[in-house]
């Protein structure tokens, strides 16, 4: 026989491809447990897709192209070609990540957080979820991570003016599967410039105090506005990173809705510098001469102003020259930025202008106006934008998509837009909707009754305050 198969090499080649056939079926139909002869049938129509949708196994995504694979196959028995058997003997479907399945280029970007070791509970939460959902039904305080970044492992980078805990970098860790990097600011960038007059700004701290402004006896925080108005875009990780955009993330903040798209590509392709979700009014007492200080640079400097930029999102007056500050700003705990925008000679020269007059540390500047002023001045309109889809809050603040059929039925949204500070004119959205390119968003017309009767209600409001103010001779 061995003779005749030599002599005839045909036959040699059929015996060969039948051995490959049966081979293939058998490992096609070995792996899930059927008996009757309708299941034969439907995995002998699979076949064909079957050899076609082989997947390379050696892949460090192979289980996400498994995944792939599977949904073009479309068949619940297509699954048992790529279970793999437990040490139970049970054969356990492929897994999948959503961050690998989604092979879109990514932005050269990152989360950017600078904290204190002691916040590690509230970062944490920031980060995923507190421990409350662990024991709770109700999907209440989950964060970045859950909403977002599982879907896109965006790094995370933690800053801190002292070096990080073990603990606080193991607990972290355990939060993400996102790369995770730790720095520490360097001392130059935390610490009291030479020209500094230390009695005057323990002094003016004192006063402060008096008025009663939030932080006003803070050194550290002075330190903290300062650095996050003019440093943090300098750090070393940001360029070894080759980062160009950053998200800001503090302790204690939320993200109640789903964000099924990439903010940093949104940015990208859209040529947007700075990104926020909420804008309000800051507290006069702690910025006296801020305004003054920017006028005065923006005269020596007016080739800086962007053509087109937002200066009516922060003056009420006609012109900015002879303006006054009408304390909007665009709050900073959250905001997605472009690093270059910061890096800029714009920028650079218009915080060094503020940091020479002193104002971070005999006043108690914060970083937020100062961004803030930056961004509406500094760069067009069509760049600064309002990410009215980012449901956020913090601190008991927040604003909440509107639209309720595409965010709050479609289960997308855990938050009521009516709540949200940023539902009305108030709280510097009217200034925002007025100043902006995309200007007021037609979602409002969905919920115009009942904004009209609170912003009637809150006028009410303000008015019985004024008038027993006035009755109390205040
Ligand atoms: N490492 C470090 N981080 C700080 C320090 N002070 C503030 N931060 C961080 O800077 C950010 C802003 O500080 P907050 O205390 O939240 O100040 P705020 O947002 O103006 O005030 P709240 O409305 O109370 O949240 C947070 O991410 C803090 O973790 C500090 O001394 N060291
Ligand atoms: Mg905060």
Known sequence: MLRSLIMRPQRLLILLATVVTVVLISSFFSVTSFNSSKHIRTRLRQLPSYLRNQVCLSSPYAEDQTYNALAKNASVYSIGRYAIKDEQGNYRPPEFNAATVNQAPRAKAAFIALVRNDELEGMVQSMQECTCLRTSLYRTDISDEFRFNRKYNYPWVFLNDKPFTNQFKREVRKHTRAPVYFGEVP???????????????????????????????????????RWQSGFFFEHPLTYQLDLEYYW????NVHLTCDIDYDPFMFMKINNKAYGFTIAMVEIDTTIPTLWQTTLDFVKKHPEYLAPDNAQYFIIDDDNLEDSSYNMCHFWSNFEIGDLRFFRSKQYKDYFK???????????????????????SLFLNRTQVYHFKDIGYS?????????????????????????????????????????????????????????????????????????????????
């Not at 540390?361 to 930056?374: K, L, N, Q, T």
């Not at 037609?442 to 009767?453: A, S």
């Not at 006028?459 to 205040?474: I, T, W």
């Open 353 to 375: 202008h503020l940091d020479d007059s002193g104002g971070f540390f005999y006043e108690r500047w914060g970083d937020a106006p100062v961004h803030s002023i930056a961004a």
């Open 248 to 251: 800001r993330v503090e302790p």
């Open 394 to 474: 913090h601190g008991g603040m927040g604003h909440c998509p509107l639209g309720e059929e595409k965010y709050h039925q479609s289960g997308k949204c855990d938050c009521n837009p009516l709540e949200a500070i940023t539902i009305t004119e108030g709280f510097c959205m009217g200034d925002w909707w007025f100043a902006s390119a995309e200007g007021r968003p037609p979602e409002r017309k969905e919920y115009e009754d009942l904004i009209r009767l609170m912003e009637a209600q809150s006028s009410e409001e303000e008015s019985e305050e004024m008038s027993e103010q006035e009755e109390s001779g205040d």
């Open 187 to 225: 001392k130059e960038h935390w610490s009291y410039p030479d020209w500094i007059d230390q009695f005057k700004a323990f002094e003016s701290r004192v006063e402060m105090m008096k008025l009663g402004a939030p932080y006003a006896g803070s050194e550290s925080y002075r330190h903290m506005c």
